[in-house]
């Protein structure tokens, strides 16, 4: 069995994220070759195939997935006995910080940028997408801190800090003559809808059908806020939003708010990591700072 490095731990998470041998590739500052040989070592070291792949795709396979686990676990718990070994006047070490894009651009500029300046040795790594998920991948140490919304039930192993509020808000296409009168009533029996495939906003609206015993005619599911605008924009139907995400979404002109829907509990967008991140002096430090800020911009 051969040595398993570091380096190599992160070029196998780097694919197993994008799964795409091009993308991962630049991202780990690799020729495709170079990458390609780089996994090769490590499944000889694991005696199993960590990946499937064709022309087309690439995939985990189940010993894969456990690995994943694995690497995740074994470079946080290396980044933190690098922090604790450190001069204690020194704040270093790696942060990944997972967010959707609309928090990208709205919620970390200034927190990021005051952090860099007060902690320059620390090393970020910032990925965008859809936050559905990430609070699942705080807890198994995929990564270290997430923005996300406040779920209804807080897992014991979390911590949040709260940084905004905002409404869910029913948006159509700005043109929709079936939806056109502003005082008419959204029907949720007919309206075609556009929905999360999954998440907060889904689970809220998904209870109040049941609970006032209405069939949705849901004709699109899509993972992320941003794509739920995107198709309600190409007349897909009504969607639901953060009202955050409208207002940061280049397609708020091209679609509006529709009244008459379930007033839904707003969201409480903030950071999450768990407690044992919190002894990292890193993220401590990624934490206290946002708390100032927060307690300085109410």
Known sequence: MSFLNFHELKNFLVLAELLHFGKASQACNLSPSALTRSIKRTEESVGQALFLRDNRTVSLTPAGEQFRSYASS???????????????????????????????YSLLPDLLESYRACYPDVHLELRTGSAEASIEQVINSEIDVSVAALPDRQHPRLEFMPLIETNLVFVAPK???????????????????????????????????????????????????????????????????????????????DVRKVEGGPQLAPYVVGLCTTHKNLHRPSISSLWELAQNNTLSHP
């Open 74 to 104: 074994a470079i946080r718990d290396w980044e933190t006995m690098r922090e604790n070994l450190a001069d204690n006047d020194k704040v270093s070490g790696l942060v990944s910080i997972y967010a959707s894009v609309t928090a990208v």
């Open 175 to 253: 043109n929709s003559d079936h939806l056109h009168k502003k005082k008419s009533q959204l029907d949720f029996s007919k309206a075609p809808l556009v929905l999360p495939r999954s998440g907060l906003s889904r689970r809220r609206l998904d209870l109040w059908f049941k609970q006032n015993n209405i069939e949705p005619s849901i004709t699109t599911e899509v993972s992320g806020n941003e794509g739920i605008l995107a198709m309600v924009r190409m007349g897909c139907g009504v969607g639901i939003v953060p009202e955050l995400v409208l207002e940061r979404s280049p397609f708020r002109e």
